[in-house]
């Protein structure tokens, strides 16, 4: 069996395929072994294989009037990759089914071109997909990765740090703007129509040690709880600490979603070993947002309860 | 690592995890490993892995009045799993995305029994999926699966038989029928509302040597077009040959699609091996419809073009 990924296969005549054609055209070499009824994986080169499923419905994910095709591409293939980055998974294949509508026909290439854009920079291939008619548009990307060293929801011990990357809130902010019939800040605009799939990040909290992430998707205090769920410990999280955006404040931030900013548990040795150099893996900061407690399975926001365990690092949680 | 599947990760409290929860409820041990980010896929023991994606949407791919919610969750799971039988592949994962508008809450749970009672009949299991509001109903179900063989449709040979199982036209005419305000035969309704992939048909035509495979969902002549397109061969097909139910026209017949039947190309010394046995393989008939010739890049479908290779297995090629 070679490692070489198959040649695509020549398609019949017709407009769907001339569809899937002109999609193929777009995405050139980012697309391999398209046509057949089944992709064929090649085996990963050591680690686990990961996969996820993420559906993006307009209407409900996002509004025409509020972006380009090219964005709606963009999110739908962040939101899809970034369950990878949350295993601690880089992105290897790609499946995309698309249910377009009439009115979305002379659009899809943009959006192609919006999903290529951000595969292309994840080093991941396109392997397969489907191409339905249907009266509302949405993308459901498939997405399969490789781990060296998994890490689920469910890991978190008691004492271990939360961090979180980046700044919270803006496509929150973005959202209620639009929603209000104003325009957002370029900030919160970009952030919402231009997130990106934490990869080194990602890779950088699962090698140090990290023992339990999520990516944030539906705000940082909903992610917090299915984290909490899943390990059957309580997130402490300080309010006060939630790095948000500019003129957001940190309540309203921790209820932003659709982020795709990580948040994990670390323990303590782990965090002050990587603290020091996060600078190297990554522009975003990283920032202890609580500690990890015994008790009732349910992540609290709490005004004045300090995480003790990191206070001696609050000066220099946030890299730049 | 493990090669246990891991267990289900808690999720917090919600509407949508409470729908997610009762999912896995009807599941029972049929979904393994969901609630996390994204789902670990132990290592292939063996093979090549595949993987396919297929979308079924409301008042596309079915509609309400015609069939049961149950029907529809089996309609979905076997055109997806289709894909994999026509690889020569065997399912291992199934994900599912779900996009369920407010009136099809109540008939999810019938959704999921029948993609479960489809899943679990193939061996596989259910790894992860996504759920979300919309105003059109649909699936998209990924499929994952191992294949010892790996049958294309890109390695037709000038010379193979062309060979097809199962009667076909059912669904074609279930579909004409129902558009013409009528009730459909039983046999037509049962190949609509309960088609069956083709595992150990699909298997067999590996084993015996197949060159190209395709599972017939657009209608044999035009799956025809599609395995002599990526193959660059002539597929030249006798109608009079083709296998139609009772009642329907061989014309008809192959122009009938989601039929999930299997249309493979397989050389003569091989055909001759497996025709005998096939009683073994399968209760479908398996057929030869025509011949692989050098030409042009499209199949026709010519009267009394009679593919003289196999004449003398004529009135042997259905075994029962």
Redesign the interface.
């Known amino acids: ?1 070679s490692l070489e990924p ?1 040649p695509h ?6 407009a769907e395929f001339d569809t899937i054609r002109a999609l193929m055209a777009r995405w050139g070499d980012l697309a391999v072994d398209i ?7 090649t ?2 080169v050591g680690g ?8 993006c ?1 307009e ?3 996002f509004r025409r009037a509020w972006i380009s095709a090219h964005e709606v591409g963009v999110r739908a293939a962040v939101a899809a990759l970034s ?2 980055a ?2 601690g ?1 880089r992105a290897e ?1 790609v ?3 698309f ?1 377009v509508p009439d009115a979305w026909r002379e659009q899809l290439s943009d959006v192609a071109d919006g999903m290529g854009a951000v595969i292309r920079e994840a080093g991941a291939r396109i ?4 191409l ?5 548009f ?1 993308i ?1 990307t ?4 490789r781990a060296t060293r ?1 890490v ?3 890991g978190a011990g008691v004492g271990d740090l939360v961090v979180v990357t980046g700044l919270l809130g803006g496509p929150g902010a973005a959202v209620a703007a639009w929603r209000a019939g104003e325009s957002p800040s370029a900030w919160a605009r970009g952030r919402f129509v231009a997130p990106a799939p934490r990869w080194a990040e990602g890779d950088a909290l699962a090698a140090a040690g990290a023992t339990a ?3 944030i998707s539906d705000g940082l205090a ?1 992610d917090a ?2 984290l ?3 390990s ?1 410990v309580h997130l402490a999280l300080e309010v006060a600490r939630i790095p948000a955006g500019p003129g957001i404040a940190p309540d309203v931030a921790m209820q932003s979603g659709e982020e795709y900013e990580l948040l994990a548990c670390i323990p303590l040795e782990e965090y002050k070993a990587l603290a020091p150099r996060w600078g190297s893996v990554s522009p975003v900061p990283l920032t202890v947002v609580g500690v990890v407690r015994a008790g009732p ?2 992540a609290t926001s709490t005004d004045g309860v300090a995480p003790s365990a990191f206070d001696h690092f609050a000066s220099g949680n946030t890299p730049r």
């Open positions: 069996m198959r296969q020549a398609m019949r005549e017709g046509g057949d009824d089944a992709a064929v994986l085996p990963p686990t294989r990961v996969v996820s499923v993420d559906a419905v209407d409900v994910h369950d990878l949350a295993m998974a294949s499946l995309i089914a249910v392997v397969g997909g489907n339905s008619r249907g009266a509302v949405s459901t498939t997405v399969i990765g998994v689920p929801r469910s992430m999520i990516d909903g709880r299915h909490a769920a899943a059957g399975e349910a």
